[in-house]
Antibody
Framework: QLQLQESGPGLVRPSETLSLTCTVS??????????WGWIRQPPGEGLEWLAS???????YYNPSLKSRVTISVDTSKNQFSLKLNSVTAADTAVYYC???????????WGQGTLVTVSS | DIQMTQSPSTLSASVGDRVTITCRAR??????LAWYQQKPGKAPSLLIY???NLESGVPSRFSGSGSGTEFTLTISSLQPDDFATYYC?????????FGGGTKVEIK
């Protein structure tokens, strides 16, 4: 059964770069037709999609964050990553990684990791 | 991007009630809509895909309908395990968007 696990620092200082990795187990990140994404949820708020990537390198970004977000994939490690630069307190959230097929919903999710932006 | 608007934002109901949540898209998304349930401290869980298709393992009291710009999620008889927050999400566009969520509370 496919599992996704987020990892990265739980505390990031303002103006620095938030970096998270999602490790995929129980399946290959290079499986045809599957896209890998990041979604976040500020405390007490709703869900916001950040970015998606296909193993070949095709990327898709939330227009409101595009200038600050980079998603990448490492097929040798079966991982994909998120970088969000110039963070502020507004970027404090639980960050989830997830998998979907093209033109389909997110069926598999990681458990989420809380990232707090604070000095 | 395609804005998704859910209503109501909060809903108070009793066990056994029929509950309906609405999701509206600013432009047509055909049937490319999903519904998720989220409980506190947990990741969202898929309930409905392609507007009306029940995900495997999801109880049949959940149903979805709609196409174009207006969609509904219905719980036919609310159970104690159903008190949670529900989100719609469109995937008609490469830029995915979620509704703001509907919290179903105990009346």
């Amino acid at each position: 059964q496919l599992q996704l696990q987020e990892s990265g620092p739980g505390l990031v200082r303002p103006s620095e770069t938030l970096s998270l990795t999602c490790t995929v187990s129980g399946g290959s990140i290079t499986t045809d037709s599957y896209y890998w994404g990041w979604i976040r949820q500020p405390p007490g708020e709703g869900l916001e999609w950040l970015a998606s990537i296909y193993y070949s390198g095709s990327t898709y970004y939330n227009p409101s964050l595009k200038s600050r977000v980079t998603i990448s994939v490492d097929t040798s490690k079966n991982q994909f990553s998120l970088k969000l630069n110039s963070v502020t307190a507004a970027d404090t959230a639980v960050y989830y990684c997830a998998r979907r097929r093209y033109f389909d919903s997110f069926r598999e999710w990681g458990q989420g990791t809380l990232v707090t932006v604070s000095s | 991007d395609i804005q998704m608007t859910q209503s109501p934002s909060t809903l108070s109901a009793s066990v056994g009630d029929r509950v309906t949540i609405t999701c509206r898209a600013r432009q047509s998304i055909r049937s490319w809509l999903a519904w998720y349930q989220q409980k506190p401290g947990k990741a969202p869980s898929l309930l409905i895909y392609k507007a009306s298709n029940l995900e495997s393992g999801v109880p049949s009291r959940f149903s979805g309908s709609g196409s174009g710009t207006e969609f509904t999620l219905t719980i036919s008889s609310l159970q104690p395990d159903d008190f949670a927050t529900y989100y719609c999400q469109q995937y008609n566009s490469d830029q995915l968007t979620f509704g703001g969520g509907t919290k179903v509370e105990i009346k």
